[in-house]
């Protein structure tokens, strides 16, 4: 039955092989169920709700990845998107958290219906390169300094705007420390690392009782404070257009350049060089969006992470599933999740950023008109605090400095 689902043999792989393959993409991307809900609660969400719902949502995901595209491919809601979620449309666009969900399930709805139709191909060829790179970047840096500030390492000042955190303050110096951990073992090819990075920060954290542990398994949080929670029709707001296109196109061109990466390494490609079932696969994480706007999580994604899992030999959707079942499994550990300061998490929020922005090697740096509103992307949305606005002028410049030189 296994091998009639997933075709192991004709992908060269075997059912040990995936289940390494799995465990190696989850150990890598499991930072999520720690980080996703002290970002979501930061909108209102109810944390332990939100810690159940990315366990589910991502546990779903990955199934529906699994059976239906065959693709090795683990999903959770997406970092950046869960920021641009919190500190944007609810922080500084001042919108309800349920309205943000509807918004979530819109761009979600619209994320389908270009994956069943030929807008996909117009839209991932009608956007320069330049700025489909800089959106990524971007937000990248809008996580990493998410990370900075969560972890003291810089604070307001008057004069300057930002400076330098107090490096006498303990949780200052873990939150360092984390980054360093997890650099590190990345650096020597360590699986797990971001993981290990929060653990051991969190560990220390325990130790100097700087926060108290009350347990390791227990029964889940109820969903109900956010399950079905989306106000969909209060989405449709004319207010709300920016909030649907910014979370609409970067899921989409996060996903693509995942996928496209995925399937390189898998093998996933024919010998004309096309790829196959690509259009599953994204059938797979843009239905994983709307489900996971019924549960309360920002757009679900497919994360670059799943590249490990691929190195470990992980060629089918079997490797999907085992994240899937190590994702439910997570769900009975909510009292380890409680207890992670953000200072633990800050670390990784830093090292994910640094990983984002090294897109930016691909810029077309000898055309000024290509990189010039590229760069301003990338640096202005987290100088704006605004993925959408960083966008918006980005876009905008572009097409002003293309029009008047006349290309």
Known sequence: MIEKLFKLRERGTTVGTEILAGLTTFLTMGYIIFVNPQIMSGAGLDSGA????????????CFIMGFYANWPVGLAPGMGLNAFFTFTVVGEM??????ALGAVFLAGVLFFIISITPLRRWILESIPLNLRIAMGAGVGLFIGFIGLKNGGLIVPNDSTYLA???LTDPTTLLAALGFLIIAIMSIR????????????????????????????????PSLGPTFMQLDILAAFDVAMISVVAAFLFVNLFDTAGTLLAVANRAGLTNDKGEIRDLDRALKADSASSILGAFVGCAPVTSYVESSAGVSAGGRSGLTAIVVGILFLLAIFMSPIAKVI???????ALIYIAMLMLSGIEFFDWSDRSEVLPAMLTVVLI???????????IGFITYFTIKIFTGQ
């Open 189 to 220: 090819a360590v699986p797990g690392a971001i993981l290990a990075g929060i653990i051991v920060v969190t560990s220390i954290a325990v130790g100097a009782d700087l926060v108290q542990l009350t347990g390791v398994v227990a029964m889940p």
């Open 341 to 347: 300061p953000s200072y633990a998490t800050a670390g």
């Open 382 to 392: 987290p100088l704006l605090f605004s993925i959408a606005d960083g966008i918006a």
């Open 164 to 166: 330098l955190g107090d």
């Open 94 to 99: 001042g919108h309800d958290w349920q309205v």
């Open 50 to 61: 939100s810690f159940v719902a990315t366990c589910l949502v991502a546990a779903l995901a």
